[in-house]
Each structure stands twice: as structure tokens, then as C-alpha cells.
């Protein structure tokens, strides 16, 4: 196990490199498709830790339409709390501006080490828009980009660098941020589409019921 940004320099128990896997995304909410993703490809790639990182400011999506990062961060520790593999990181919610995933690969690189493998966690949707995202072609140097298969979305690598992403089949889970906080705001359920600890972090704060 890996723990902390300094840990670049140690081998995991499996005498090789550490490898930390880095799951993106807005998380409003975290739900159970962005967990089972994670831990699938934990597994199959035998990753040491999973560093969730919510965004600070998601620049493609409408400003106005976004939950407060610290309530999104809140969200994702709980959510991960239970399982010591995974971590949340705050470096996107603390940094100022957009938000660009290259910014936070070089951070993570360099505290990290250059020994460590990162590998970048994104859906058929995230990967399928990668050529849009800020300095594209930088990002495929500083990690290993693996593709989700998410049920609605297409799962390709077409037009991206030979030997820089993976696609891998995970349990499909038809379960969307989007969704969950149109259920929240017609009153209907969204146990078990998210953790426990989810619902009643929703229920308490009043997130999504008037939005
Ligand atoms: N059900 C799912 N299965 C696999 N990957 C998913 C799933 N839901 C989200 N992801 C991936 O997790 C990352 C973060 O997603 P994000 O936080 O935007 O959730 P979302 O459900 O897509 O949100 P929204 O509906 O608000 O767009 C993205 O790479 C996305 O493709
Ligand atoms: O770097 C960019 O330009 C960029 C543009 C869009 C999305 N991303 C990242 O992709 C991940 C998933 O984003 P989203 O919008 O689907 O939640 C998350 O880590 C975002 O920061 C990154």
C-alpha cells in the first residue's frame, strides 16, 4: 500500500513500482458506476492506491449548474472512507481557475517521482471528448489512460496514441450523476445507485431539491 505524494521512491510489496491509479471527475454526486470502476480496474491492474480527485472548476460545464467543490469533496471522502486502497486528493479543488488534468499529472508526477505508473481512470464518454481536453497531447506522456465501458456510451480509442490507453470491460452500472440529482430533485429514491452515506449527506445539506 502507498500512502502520501512521497512514496514515488518506494516499491510496492510486489517488488516493482508503485502503480497509483487517479480517478477524475466532478462527483456531483459520487455514485456506485464511478466505485465499481475504480476498484474493477484496481484489480486489473494491480494498482497500489486509487486517488480520487474532484475537479475544482469543470470548465466545460456551466458554472452555474455545479455544486460546491468542498460539498462534491465531502461526498467523495465519504464515499471512499471504507476502503483503505482508495484516497481523495484536494489538488484541483485548492488550485485557482479551470480546471485542467494536465495541470494536476505534472503535480501528481512530481510529487510522486518518476518511477511511479499513473494510471488516468475515465469513462467511454470522458475518453471519447480526451482530444478536446486542454494540452491533449501532453497528457498521453505523463500517464496511461484506461477507458471504462459505461452503458450510452461508445468505448473507443480511435484517433488516440497506439499504446498509451487501455479499454477494459467493467461491470456495466447505468447510473449517472445527472440522474441521480434529477431523482433527488423529484423526491424519488437514489438508495443504493450511491452509497448510504450519500443519501443521508444529500438528505441532510438539501443538495439537488431545488435545483
Ligand atoms: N456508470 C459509470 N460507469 C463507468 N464510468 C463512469 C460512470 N459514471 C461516470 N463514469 C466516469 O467517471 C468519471 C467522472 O464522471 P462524472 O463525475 O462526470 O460523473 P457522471 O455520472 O458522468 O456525471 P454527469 O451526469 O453530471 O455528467 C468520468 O470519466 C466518467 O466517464
Ligand atoms: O483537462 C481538461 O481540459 C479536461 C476537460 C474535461 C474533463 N477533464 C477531466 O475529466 C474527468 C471527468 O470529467 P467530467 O467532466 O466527466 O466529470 C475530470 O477529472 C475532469 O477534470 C479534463
Given at each position: 500500500m502507498v500512502h502520501g505524494?512521497?512514496?514515488?521512491r518506494r516499491s510496492s510489496g510486489a517488488g516493482r513500482p508503485p502503480r497509483i491509479g487517479i480517478m477524475g471527475g466532478t462527483?456531483?454526486?459520487?455514485?456506485h458506476g464511478h466505485l465499481v470502476a475504480a476498484s474493477e480496474v484496481a484489480h486489473l491492474f494491480e494498482l497500489d492506491e486509487v486517488v480520487f480527485v474532484p475537479t475544482?472548476?469543470?470548465?466545460?460545464?456551466?458554472p452555474d449548474k455545479v455544486t460546491p467543490p468542498e460539498d462534491r469533496y465531502l461526498m467523495t471522502v465519504i464515499a471512499t472512507a471504507?476502503?483503505?486502497?482508495f484516497r481523495v486528493d484536494r489538488i484541483e479543488i485548492d488550485r485557482d481557475g479551470p480546471t485542467y488534468t494536465i495541470d494536476t499529472l505534472r503535480e501528481l508526477r512530481s510529487s510522486y517521482g518518476p518511477s511511479v505508473e499513473l494510471f488516468f481512470i475515465t469513462g467511454a464518454d470522458a475518453l471519447g471528448a480526451i482530444?478536446?481536453?486542454?494540452n491533449a497531447d501532453e497528457l498521453f506522456e505523463l500517464a496511461h489512460f484506461v477507458g471504462c465501458n459505461r452503458p450510452g456510451h461508445r468505448l473507443s480509442d480511435t484517433g488516440l496514441p497506439e499504446g498509451k490507453v487501455s479499454l477494459v470491460e467493467v461491470p456495466?452500472?447505468?447510473?449517472s450523476s445527472t440522474e441521480c440529482r434529477e431523482r433527488v430533485r423529484k423526491g424519488e429514491p437514489i438508495w443504493y445507485l450511491v452509497p448510504d452515506g450519500i443519501v443521508r449527506y444529500i438528505n441532510k445539506t438539501g443538495l439537488y431539491r431545488d435545483s
Open positions: 505524494h512521497n512514496s514515488g462527483f456531483d454526486p459520487v455514485h475544482g472548476q469543470p470548465w466545460q460545464k456551466d471504507e476502503n483503505p486502497q482530444l478536446g481536453w486542454h456495466a452500472l447505468a447510473i
